[in-house]
């Protein structure tokens, strides 16, 4: 008499229910990658060509009042000791204590730069999205770690190389990357049952915190922009808001300007 294979009450339901779990999870995560990766990059690229400058503007005429501020108290401070006011030194000092400000105005500009290359960059037509987004869902699917939680190094660097690609477009590279992966096998190493019972749980609570995730993008900065540059009375109305702020913020500059130049005559 030959072997009988027993299989649990529920077992085959159980491994569809995973499975379908898992669809789940790599279709969220697909929507969550393309909004990072693709939308929210479109929106920011958008943003900073409209409006990135005004906004640069009025920040670095932010830090210049609160500078200036800070140089008439250093400056006060030093008559108030009857010291000398060493103007280099006091700017030394200040530079300094901006070192953080000018950091930031830095990397703004550097967002600024990048939107001016990506929108030089050749956009990919409609079947070239396709193409990338079915190479990509199929990668998610078999090697991201989230639903894989046993993956090796060297899969971990594929998948690490996979989102790269996906984020600049390269079709070519998801395609290789692609082609030198299989479908994973489960190792019996363990009550399949009792795995599979894990693995609902925990794809179950993944699916919660990937919707949570998107909430959390969708209600940030720059996805919170996209009604604005999708309208051109938007972009026009914000451009306008932005010169009435950068023309009090240099009446602001002119004004603390002023008042060093006469505490240094004084």
Partial sequence: MGNNVIIFPGLLELQSEVENLRSEVSTIILERDHLLYVECVNIETQYMLELGMFEYKAYELQC????????????????????????????????????????????YMDKVSNALERSRLELLSSDEVKELTKFYRAIVKLLHPDLHTDITEVQLRLFNNAVVAYKNGDIESLRVIH??????????????????VREQKRLSSLIVDLRASIDSIKSAYPYTMKDVVASKDSIRAKSTEFEEIIAGLNEMVDFYKQRVNEMLES
């Avoid at 140089?71 to 953080?100: C, G, H, M, S, Y």
């Avoid at 019996?188 to 599979?196: G, I, K, P, T, Y």
């Fill in 64 to 107: 210049a009042i609160l500078r200036l501020k800070r140089k008439i108290e250093l400056i006060q401070a030093k008559k108030n000791r009857q010291e000398k006011v060493i103007l280099p030194r006091i700017e030394t000092e200040l530079d300094k204590e901006f070192e953080e400000y000018q950091t930031k105005l830095e990397e």
């Fill in 179 to 196: 082609t030198m992966i299989a479908e994973p096998v489960l190792v019996d190493n363990e009550n399949v049952l009792s795995f599979l």
